[in-house]
Structure formats: structure tokens, C-alpha cells
């Protein structure tokens, strides 16, 4: 279903519950304004959240890994080909009392532009926004009660990613060996980022959501980083999208758990 912004329904559930949010209860905005143009291959030319992985688009394992820990209420904030999107997200059954809403904010809107355009639908209390390319292995109720206990107002879960490339070891100019594809050393945006509505507030109709809005709550001191140590990839790419596939054909896909996160 492809809607207007409009202002927030009152009849939602999204209610001012903090410190004491549960995931029914907090609203879960997913980015999904990705026209995947490094995704193409040799295939259709898709919108990114419409990029399959295990036969299903990816957005769709996004939506089902926040649905399988509690959180009911979901908004698409779509832009390439919002129509297809919210075709699919009509035709798709997310489940028990799932809803599953798909928002166009407009085809060439930045990522915090988009959150912009619903910050009165996710206004109320505590929201959850993320990306509709990026899987995880994460426990979703531990970082909102991360979120609540430090007060702030806002998280971001930070990740140490895979290096994408070997790496040499040196002893001044000497090559002393090589570790292929290592763990970053340092901590990257991955996304999964639990809001409250003074974050919402100093979000623009033109900004891009990684750099000013988290500028200012990093500068303000308002921000928050929930360390990820587990599974996490990001489908920006074809090879990421054909690593993820491979993953779930081998019966291998984290994400997927009951509990994404919870050994």
C-alpha cells in the first residue's frame, strides 16, 4: 500500500512508554529509498529492498527478524519504485497482528529527509529505524533495553565488519605474512538505531541521516553505540547479495534464528 505522510494514527499503539517500552509497542521505520544499482548483475534491474535472498526479498528478512522478537508495526519509507514495494508488502502475509505499511517519501529524498517525512507517525515514544539491506544475529530486546538504560536519546548499533580484502603484516618494511580478510579493528554504522523523539526532532526534511543528525547527537553527547560482536553483512553489493544466498542454501542464515542474537 503506498501512502502520503500524513500525521500519526492515534488508534497505532505508539505510545510514550519510556522507560518501560516493549517491542509491541515501538514503531520500526525501515529505509527503503535504494534503487540497487551495484546489485544488478545479470538480472532485472530491482529496487534494492526487492533483491532477493532465499527467494524472498531481503526486506522481507528484515521485517521478519524484527517481527519474530515482538515488534508489530512497520513503515516502508520507500522511493525508487515505491509502488512495487508496496505492492509487494500488500500482497505479502507478515502475520498475527503484523502491519506492514509502505510510505513513499519521495524518489530522490536523503535518508534522514525520509525519517522526516514520518517523525509525527514515530513521535510518540521510542521508534526503531534501520536499513533494508543489512542482516544480523541480533537480539533486538537487548539493545532496547540498552537504549532505555542509558537515556539517551538515541543508539546506534555498531558493528566490526569482515575486511573485504587480505592484509599484510610488517615488521617496519618487511612483509612478515598475510591475514586474509580480517575483522575491522574498528567500529562501523550497522544500522538498527532506537530513537527518541528529541533525536526525532533535529531531523531535517534534507538531511542524510549519517551525517548531520548523527553529527549533532554525537557532538551533544546523545548518542549511544550498542557493540554488535555477532553475525552482521550488508547487501551493498552483487558479490554481498550472492554471499548471502549462499549462506541461506547451505542452511546458514543467522538471522533467521527464533531469537536472532541469544545463544
Same mark, same amino acid.
Given at each position: 500500500?503506498?501512502?502520503? @505522510? ?60 524484527? @517481527?519474530?522478537?515482538?515488534?508489530? !508495526?512497520?513503515? +516502508? ?18 502475520? !498475527? %497482528? ?9 524518489? $530522490? ?13 514515530? @513521535? ?16 533486538? !530486546?537487548?539493545?532496547?533495553?540498552? =537504549? ?37 579493528? %574498528? ?19 534534507? $538531511?542524510?541521516? &549519517?551525517?548531520?543528525?548523527? &553529527? ?11 557493540? =554488535? ?17 549462499? +549462506? ?10 527464533? !531469537?536472532?542474537?541469544?545463544?
Amino acid at each position: 500500500m503506498r501512502l502520503p @505522510a500524513r500525521p500519526a494514527d492515534r488508534r497505532g499503539g505508539c505510545h510514550n512508554a519510556h522507560p518501560m517500552s516493549s517491542p509491541e509497542s515501538v514503531p520500526v521505520a525501515i529505509l527503503c529509498g535504494g534503487r540497487g544499482t551495484r546489485l544488478r548483475g545479470d538480472g532485472p534491474e530491482l529496487p534494492k529492498p526487492l533483491v532477493e535472498i532465499g527467494g524472498q526479498p531481503i526486506l522481507a528478512h528484515v521485517v521478519r527478524l524484527y @517481527a519474530r522478537q515482538g515488534f508489530r !508495526r512497520f513503515l +516502508l519509507l520507500a522511493g525508487y519504485r515505491a509502488d512495487d514495494i508496496g505492492a509487494f508488502a500488500d500482497a505479502t502475509d507478515w502475520g !498475527r %497482528d503484523v502491519t506492514v505499511e509502505c510510505v513513499d517519501t519521495g524518489l $530522490d529524498t536523503p535518508t534522514g529527509g525520509r525519517v522526516h517525512r514520518v517523525a509525527e507517525r514515530l @513521535a510518540g515514544g521510542t521508534s526503531c529505524v534501520t536499513y533494508a539491506d543489512g542482516l544480523a544475529d541480533l537480539d533486538l !530486546r537487548r539493545l532496547l533495553d540498552f =537504549h532505555h538504560d542509558h537515556g539517551g536519546a538515541a543508539t546506534v548499533t555498531v558493528v566490526r565488519p569482515d575486511l573485504p580484502f587480505g592484509v599484510a603484516k610488517l615488521d617496519g618494511d618487511v612483509v612478515t605474512g598475510f591475514v586474509e580478510k580480517p575483522r575491522s579493528a %574498528d567500529w562501523v554504522n550497522g544500522g538498527f538505531l532506537c530513537l527518541e523523539p528529541s533525536a526525532l526532532a533535529g531531523i531535517g526534511p534534507d $538531511d542524510v541521516l &549519517e551525517q548531520g543528525p548523527m &553529527e549533532r547527537w554525537s557532538a551533544s553527547g546523545s548518542l549511544r553505540a550498542f557493540r =554488535h560482536e555477532g553475525f552482521w553483512e550488508c547487501m551493498d553489493t552483487y558479490k554481498d547479495a550472492m554471499q548471502l544466498n549462499d +549462506l541461506w542454501e547451505r542452511g546458514r542464515a543467522p538471522w533467521t534464528t527464533e !531469537r536472532a542474537g541469544v545463544a
